[in-house]
């Protein structure tokens, strides 16, 4: 029948006129939903542009409309496609050769009930700031013990799985034992078609209270858009928010923030997430109502001087407070230590650089008294063989001079004669740098 049906509607281009919804635009690939109104379940088709239609269609509605694609195939905006159908196992999906927009402005039903949203919620007494994903994150709440959990799900749902294995392993815990273990209590109902809403107001008002539960959970897993728009509808928020016990939600995915989350006590993005924080709210009460006791006891007393488990965290807290301040103290120690050393190394380098000064000194003064005792050397035996051929006095006399002055440099050469040696010694010691080929 579905190949006969898609047969058909290939035979000849479909005109779909309807709400877009999750629009994905790309260089190379281009869908969205279309989604029929007037309706508490969305008919929806998924139309997807070819790619070499793609820039054709692009082109037409920017330029009559002067903004980009992904704006034009905005949620809510009203589109009409023309394109080839075909038929898949659960959907019809419409190749588009032409994409239109009618009224820039105009909005579906849909989007019209969610820009409607905030203002019912503020006329039914709910706060409209619970719409914002943050919600999710606040910390759930009991007011007693629950003996009897009522959870709202799907008759084989495996999200009711996921919330008993995270509830359990979490109220379990130490500090939980001394309260009855609470009864989870499934009331199923029909997750997916037309009526949804409707069936979920006539569980929450005819069987829950049947169950004689104390809290009610309501968690459903992900899935598309269109199946999770009942719990948009006014009458589940009615219902939600007129219950006697406390209500808590788990329904879709993390980024999903529905009316039905906003009317609850507490939501959480899934399933095992909200097990959890409701485990967590147990345990938080149990060692708050009773505190943990040992030895032999009557039902409702407790030891005198034995510690409850918050004061056991405090103490724990204490403890490590006090190992941080050790630590900060061992640090500030080390840092100052570091310090010291820093200055000595410092000092260190001055001390060898100003070395390093006076021996370059000491260094040129040895080779300039070399130097002038050599000179000193070979003129005043130039200056005395002059005198004894020529026979002068004055000759004589500055001969005699430089051998003075040559005696005044051999004094001066011999006395540094040990720092030569040491440096001599050293560069014999020093290994000879390799040469490079």
């Known amino acids: 029948m579905c190949e006969t049906l898609g047969r058909a509607l290939a035979a000849e281009p479909v005109k779909v006129e309807g709400e877009c919804r999750n629009?994905?635009?790309?260089?190379?690939?281009?869908?969205?939903?279309?989604c029929?109104?007037?309706?508490?379940?969305?008919?929806?088709?998924?139309?997807?542009?070819p790619a070499n239609q793609i820039w054709r269609i692009r082109q037409g509605l920017e330029s009559r409309w002067s903004h980009?694609?992904?704006?034009c195939l905005a949620d809510g905006r009203c589109v009409v496609v023309i394109g080839t159908a075909e038929v898949r196992r659960t959907s019809i999906q419409v190749s588009a050769t032409g994409v239109y927009i009618n009224d820039f402005d105009a909005v579906g039903s849909l989007q019209a009930q969610l820009n409607r949203l905030p203002s019912t919620l503020e006329d039914l007494g709910i706060p409209p700031d619970r719409l914002s994903p943050s919600e999710t994150r606040q910390k759930l709440t009991l007011d007693r013990p629950p003996s009897r959990i009522a959870v709202v799900t799907g008759k084989s749902s495996r999200a009711y799985e996921d919330f008993c294995a995270a509830f359990w392993s979490t109220a379990k815990r130490k500090g939980a034992e001394k309260f009855p273990r609470p009864q989870l209590v499934h009331v199923p109902f029909r997750l997916e078609g037309a009526g949804v809403a409707d069936e979920l107001v006539r569980v929450l008002r005819d069987e829950v209270p049947e169950s004689r539960a104390d809290a009610v959970c309501i968690v459903r897993g992900g899935g598309p858009w269109s199946d999770l728009w009942p719990f948009h509808s006014l009458e589940v928020v009615k219902a939600v928010h007129d219950m006697p016990m406390p209500v808590f939600t788990a329904i879709g995915?993390?980024?999903?923030r529905l009316a039905i989350d906003c009317a609850a006590r507490g939501s959480r993005g899934t399933p095992s997430s909200l097990g959890e924080g409701l485990g967590w709210a147990?345990?938080?009460?149990c060692s708050r109502s009773v505190p943990r006791v040992t030895g032999i006891k009557s039902p409702g007393t407790r030891v005198a001087g034995e510690p409850?488990?918050?004061e056991e965290v405090k103490r724990r807290l204490a403890q490590s407070r006090a190992r941080?301040?050790?630590?900060?103290?061992?640090?500030?120690?080390?840092?100052?230590?570091?310090e010291d050393e820093r200055a000595r190394a410092d000092a260190a380098q001055k001390h060898a650089f100003e070395q390093g000064l006076r021996s370059g000194e000491r260094l040129a003064t040895n080779r300039a008294v070399e130097v002038a005792l050599i000179v000193t050397v070979l003129v005043t035996f130039a200056i005395g063989g002059l005198a004894v051929a020529v026979g002068e006095l004055v000759f004589v006399i500055v001969a005699l001079a430089g051998v003075v002055g040559a005696a005044r440099l051999i004094l001066e050469w011999v006395?540094?004669?040990?720092?030569?040696?040491?440096?001599?010694?050293?560069k014999i010691r020093e290994p000879k740098e390799p040469t490079v080929l």
Do not use: M, N
């Open 415 to 426: 006395r540094t004669a040990p720092e030569r040696g040491a440096r001599w010694q050293r």
């Open 324 to 338: 941080c301040r050790t630590v900060e103290a061992e640090l500030s120690r080390a840092q100052a230590t570091l």
């Open 308 to 310: 409850t488990e918050l």
């Open 23 to 34: 629009a994905r635009v790309d260089a190379h690939y281009v869908s969205f939903d279309l």
């Open 36 to 49: 029929g109104r007037d309706s508490d379940c969305p008919d929806v088709v998924r139309v997807w542009i």
């Open 68 to 71: 980009p694609l992904e704006e």
């Open 282 to 285: 147990f345990r938080e009460l």
């Open 253 to 256: 995915h993390e980024s999903d």
